[in-house]
């Protein structure tokens, strides 16, 4: 078993997983198979120029300028696209791992280049699904979902129709916060909120998981995926973060996913797929397991659950807006001016204020995206303080 692979975020918590992954099938298979060609950055140089040595790569991109001498190397805000562009041939797989909004012009790439997709990029579904998805259809490629949640749900209902399917439910650990009260939450620190129990993920990610809109952008990457509408998906807190998700059929059967909270697994499943081969994470010891603890999620405490599937409803650009808004207050919040309780209430005014419409292009997505991130700016400052 061999693929070409690029990875766009390698120095991220997904990239870096990734590559131990990698390095573990090459200890399989071969120190020649599993070639990586690319890898894309955003700003860590050091970390990318050791990753480009270690896996002999023959490419890199990173947001800003940089040289590395004897590796094509691509700079600037589209050099991610530049690079798979240049580089990608048709059945080479794409990991798709940069964080928020930035992500999205590379993943439309590589599907142009008719190259398979690893998703660990979840905005890129929120703010573009219908374009990303109508696209990975008329090029023939396959878009394997790498979030823990989603590849359990496409493990559960791989071969399914979509008709036999009751509800998907996606589970969430309930974040760093989760033993603090409401008010409490509301004044919560970055520090505080950067504790996160159960993962190890990016700031922004953590954020977002702290709030749960985390797993308001999972629900509309779900619907995106499966084709499955609003009502058929829901979400509970399990604080162990064992079970990732689970699938209830129209005969009342469910069939959950269940695993160690490591991205390695997830991560070598969309590598490997459809096959499965000896895995580098940890597996779960059944005898010291204890209990599976699921509980309901509040929505006056966690009102992103809810506006999500408002915005599936909407449809249209109303995820660009929803993405665009809540990237400019977790930005806000972890430069620390702006409570972590106002984020919420600024990306629904945000969706509130802005025309929803129809998307045709990637230049709609951006415009909305622009739009909303304007609208969310001002917000911000009218405020904002210094914590």
Known sequence: MSKRLFILGSTGSIGRNAIEVIQHLQSIHGKESWEVVGLGAGLNESLLLSQATLLNVTAISLMKECRCDGIKTYCGEESAAEMIRAHAKRGDLVLAAVVGFAGVASVLAAIECGCDIALANKECLVAAGELVMLAAKRAGVRIVPVDSEHSAIFQCIENSPSKDIAKVVLTASGGSLRSMTQEE????????????????????????????MNKALELIEAHWLFDIGSKKLDAVIHPQSIVHGFVEFSDGSVVAQMSQPDMKLPIQYSLTWPNRVEGCGRSIDWKELGSLEFEPIDHD???????????????????????????????????????FGSMGAIVEEVIAKSTISHLTDFGDVQAADKNARAIASELVASVGVNL
Do not use: C
Not at 192 to 205: A, Q, Y
Not at 306 to 335: D, R, Y
């Open 301 to 339: 405490r966690y009102p992103a659950i809810q506006l999500a599937h408002h915005v599936i409803e909407l449809g249209g650009s109303a995820g660009a807006v929803l993405n665009a808004a809540n990237e400019v207050v977790v930005e806000a919040f972890l430069t620390q001016i702006l409570p």
């Open 185 to 212: 939450m509301g004044t919560a620190t970055v520090e505080e909120v950067l504790s996160h129990p159960t993962w190890s993920m990016g700031p922004k990610v953590t954020v977002d998981s702290a709030s749960l």
